[in-house]
C-alpha cells in the first residue's frame, strides 16, 4: 500500500479534565474516502480541529504529511500543507453571489487594485465544470440557492486552494433527496480526481453510498476501521454505539464461558 | 366487521369512520404517538385510546411505551403485512425508485440525476442508497421488503441476468445488475428489460388496456420494444427478443453501434436525428440542439424539425409493419421521450404501415402514444414486484 497522505497517530487532546480524544490513529489515502463515524460527543469534531489546526493538539502525538513529521499548529499550517476544511454552517456571505464568495478574501485584482471580475467568473465556470456542476448563473446571491448547491458553493470555494485532503463535517444534513445525491456526486468526483476524502456523517446509508473506509470513535478512542465493502451495517452501528463492548456484553461473554452462573 | 354490518348514520358507523381515519394517519405518517394520532385526527384523546385498543385487539396496530418530550406517550404503529415491494428504474441518466405495499399502492416515490450509463457499479451503489433513503423517509424497514424489481434499458440473459452485449450502457455489458444490487440491498432482486416492463405496465393501467398481443415501442436513444403474445412477455431463448431497433431497412445506410447497416435505429435513434438538424435552424439556434427543442420546433411548425420526426414516423412504420406481419398484434404502444411528438410521428408511421403490413393484419390493430410517460417501465417494475409471490 502507498504512503498516505495524511496519517495521524497517537493523537490525545484534553480540554482541562475532560479527555475529548485518548491516542487516537487515522489516516487518509490519495483518491479515497474515508468516513468519520461516532455518536455525539465521540471526538470527531475534535479530531477534525486538531487536523484543521484549529486545536493543537496534546504533545505525543505525531502527524504525517506524505510520510513526513509536520507540525499542525495553525489553521495556516493545515491550509499550506493542503487541507481543507468545510464546516456544517458553510461560512458563506450570503448576500454576495457566487463569483465574490468563491474568491473571498482571494480576489483577482487588476494592476491598480480594482476586482479583475472576469477573470473569477472564468475560473469559476471552469471550477464548476470540472466538479461536473450545474449552477446556471453564477451572478445570483448565494442566500437564493439550495442546501446542495450552497454545499457545492462551500465544496468548490475549499478547491481553489488545490487541497489534497477534503474534510467534510455534515454535508448531506438537512438535505433532501435530490439534493443529497448532488454532493454525494461531487465526493466521487473529488475521490475521481485523487484527492483524500474525511466525511463526517450520521447517515449510514450516505456512507455506505460513497465511503471505502469507517473509521470508528468512540468516547475519544478509536473503535474501529472497517473498509465499506464487506462489513455489515449492524457491524459498524454495533462499534459506533459500543454494542459489542459494554459491561452488559463483557459481563454475557464471561457467562457464557463460566457455564453456569445463576443470573 | 364489514360496511355491510352497519346502518349508516349509527353509533358503529361513526366508529368506523374514526377508526378509518386514525388507520389512514397511521398509514401515511408511520408511526405516531396517541397524542399526536389525536391531533392530526381532531379526535379526542379518550377515543384515540378507545380506538387503539380495538385496533390493537383485532391484530391492526401494535403499540409500546415510549416517551415524548419527557412525557409518558404511546407509540402507535400500523401492522403492514409484510410485503413492501421496490421497483428501480435504470435510465441511462436518471435513477428512478418507487415504493408500494403488498397490493401495488404507491407509498413513495424519487427519482434523481445520475450518470447510470458511466459506471455499472457506482450506479448500483447509488441505487441503494436510494432505496435506503427512500424507505427511511417512509419510515419503512428494509427488512419488510419482499421484493425488489429493477429495470434495465438493455437486454438480459434469462439464465445468468447478464446485460446483453448491444445496448445504451456498453459499459453495462456481461454485468449483473439483480445479483449485485442483491448482494448490496440483502433483499430478493430481480431485473426486466425496461420495454418489457413499460410493455406490461401499460397493458395494465395504460394505453394498452383490452388489448392481448401488443407490441411496445421504447424510442429513446435507441428502439426496444416489449412483446406481449396473448397477454405474455416474449423474451426469447436469450433475452433478447423485441430488439426491433435493429431490423434492418437499408444495406446501404449508416452503420449501426451493432456492426450491421441501416438498422432501423439509425433512422430513428434520438442521436441520429439530432445529428439531422441543420445548422442555424430554429431548434439548434442557441448551440447544439437537444430534444425537447426539436419537439417544440416541430409542434411550431418549423419546417427541418417537422421533416426529422416525419422520415423518422415512416421508418419506424416500416419496422413495425414486418413485425405487425409477424405477430398480428391488437395493438402498437408509441412510448419513450420520442413519443411526445405525438401525430407528428405517429400519421407517417401508421401511413408506412398501411403500405408494408397485409390487410388482414391491420384491421383491428391501434397505433397509439403511451399513456404512461416516463414513469412506464417503473409502474411497471412496481406491478411485477408486487405479483411476485413471497
Redesign the interface.
Known amino acids: 500500500m502507498s504512503t498516505p497522505v495524511l496519517e495521524l497517530s497517537g493523537i490525545s487532546k484534553t480540554f482541562g479534565a475532560v479527555r475529548a480524544l485518548d491516542e487516537v490513529d487515522l489516516h487518509v489515502q490519495e483518491g479515497e474516502v474515508v468516513a468519520l463515524l461516532g455518536d455525539n460527543g465521540a471526538g470527531k469534531s475534535t479530531l477534525v480541529k486538531v487536523i484543521a489546526g484549529a486545536h493543537a493538539a496534546d504533545t505525543g502525538g505525531t502527524v504525517a504529511w506524505d510520510g513526513r513529521a509536520v507540525d499542525i499548529s495553525a489553521p495556516a499550517d493545515a491550509q499550506r500543507l493542503g487541507i481543507a476544511t468545510i464546516y456544517q454552517d458553510l461560512a458563506l456571505c450570503d448576500n454576495l453571489d457566487i463569483v465574490a464568495n468563491l474568491f473571498l478574501g482571494n480576489e483577482h485584482l487588476h494592476f491598480p487594485g480594482t476586482l479583475d471580475e472576469v477573470e473569477m467568473e472564468r475560473r469559476a465556470w471552469e471550477l464548476l465544470r470540472s466538479l461536473s456542476v450545474d449552477i446556471p448563473d453564477l451572478r445570483v446571491p448565494v442566500a437564493s440557492l439550495s442546501g446542495g448547491q450552497r454545499q457545492i458553493v462551500a465544496i468548490a470555494r475549499a478547491l481553489l486552494g488545490k487541497p489534497r485532503v477534503v474534510m467534510l463535517d455534515e454535508p448531506t444534513a438537512a438535505l433532501g ?2 439534493q ?2 448532488q454532493v ?2 461531487l465526493i ?1 468526483q473529488l475521490r475521481d480526481q485523487g484527492l483524500g476524502v474525511i466525511l463526517i456523517s450520521h447517515n ?3 456512507v ?2 460513497v465511503a471505502d473506509r469507517a473509521a470508528v470513535l468512540r468516547l475519544g478512542r478509536n473503535a474501529g476501521d472497517f473498509p465499506i465493502a464487506g462489513t455489515s451495517y449492524e457491524e459498524i452501528v454495533a462499534a459506533i454505539t459500543g454494542a459489542a463492548d459494554n459491561p452488559v456484553a463483557r459481563r454475557d461473554g464471561r457467562q457464557t464461558t463460566g457455564a453456569e452462573e445463576s443470573r | 366487521m364489514t360496511e355491510a354490518d352497519t346502518t349508516p348514520g349509527s353509533q358503529s358507523a361513526l366508529r368506523q369512520a374514526n377508526e378509518r381515519r386514525v388507520v389512514d394517519v397511521l398509514r401515511r405518517e408511520g408511526t405516531c404517538t396517541q397524542a399526536e394520532l389525536a391531533r392530526a385526527t381532531g379526535l379526542s384523546a379518550a377515543s384515540v385510546s378507545n380506538i387503539v385498543r380495538g385496533l390493537r385487539a383485532s391484530g391492526t396496530v401494535t403499540a409500546r411505551a415510549t416517551s415524548s418530550n419527557g412525557r409518558r406517550a404511546r407509540a402507535v404503529t400500523l401492522v403492514r403485512p409484510p410485503g413492501t415491494v421496490v421497483a428501480v428504474d435504470f435510465a441511462a441518466d436518471r435513477l428512478r425508485l418507487a415504493v408500494a405495499d403488498h397490493e401495488g399502492g404507491l407509498l413513495e416515490r ?1 427519482s ?3 450518470d447510470v450509463a458511466a459506471d455499472p457499479g ?1 450506479a448500483v ?2 441505487a ?3 432505496t ?3 424507505l ?2 417512509g419510515r419503512i424497514d428494509l427488512a419488510s421488503v419482499a421484493s425488489v424489481v429493477a429495470s434495465v434499458p438493455g437486454p438480459l440473459d434469462s439464465s445468468t441476468g447478464a446485460v446483453g452485449a448491444v445496448s445504451c450502457l456498453p459499459r453495462w455489458t456481461g454485468f449483473r445488475p439483480a445479483q449485485a444490487l442483491q448482494e448490496r440491498l440483502g433483499r430478493p432482486v430481480r431485473a426486466e428489460n425496461d420495454a418489457n416492463l413499460a410493455a406490461l405496465a401499460e397493458r395494465r393501467r395504460g394505453a394498452a388496456r383490452g388489448a392481448d398481443t401488443v407490441i411496445h415501442l421504447h424510442l429513446g436513444e435507441g428502439v426496444g420494444s416489449g412483446l406481449l403474445l396473448d397477454g405474455r412477455l416474449l423474451r426469447g431463448a436469450d433475452g433478447t427478443a423485441g430488439e426491433i431497433g435493429h431490423i434492418g431497412l437499408d444495406p446501404r445506410g449508416q452503420v449501426c453501434r451493432c456492426g450491421n447497416r441501416g438498422c432501423l435505429e439509425t433512422f430513428v435513434g434520438i442521436s441520429y436525428l439530432l445529428a439531422m438538424v441543420p445548422r442555424d435552424s430554429g431548434p439548434a439556434r442557441d448551440g447544439r440542439a437537444a430534444l425537447p427543442q426539436l419537439m417544440a420546433a416541430a409542434h411550431e411548425g418549423d419546417p427541418a424539425a417537422r421533416r426529422i420526426l416525419s422520415e423518422a414516423g415512416s421508418a419506424l412504420g416500416q419496422g413495425t409493419a414486418v413485425v405487425a406481419n409477424l405477430l398480428n398484434p391488437d395493438r402498437v404502444v408509441v412510448g419513450g421521450p420520442l413519443a411526445a411528438a405525438g401525430d407528428l410521428l405517429l400519421d407517417p408511421m401508421v401511413r408506412a404501415m398501411q403500405l408494408g403490413t397485409l390487410g388482414s393484419a391491420l384491421e383491428r390493430l391501434q397505433v397509439v402514444t403511451g399513456e404512461l410517460g416516463e414513469h412506464a417501465a417503473l409502474y411497471g417494475a412496481l406491478l411485477t414486484a408486487a405479483e411476485t409471490p413471497a
Open positions: 433527496v435530490a443529497t445525491a454525494l456526486d466521487e449510514m446509508a450516505d455506505r453510498a | 424519487e434523481i440525476d445520475y457506482r451503489r447509488r441503494a442508497w436510494l435506503e433513503t427512500v427511511f423517509r
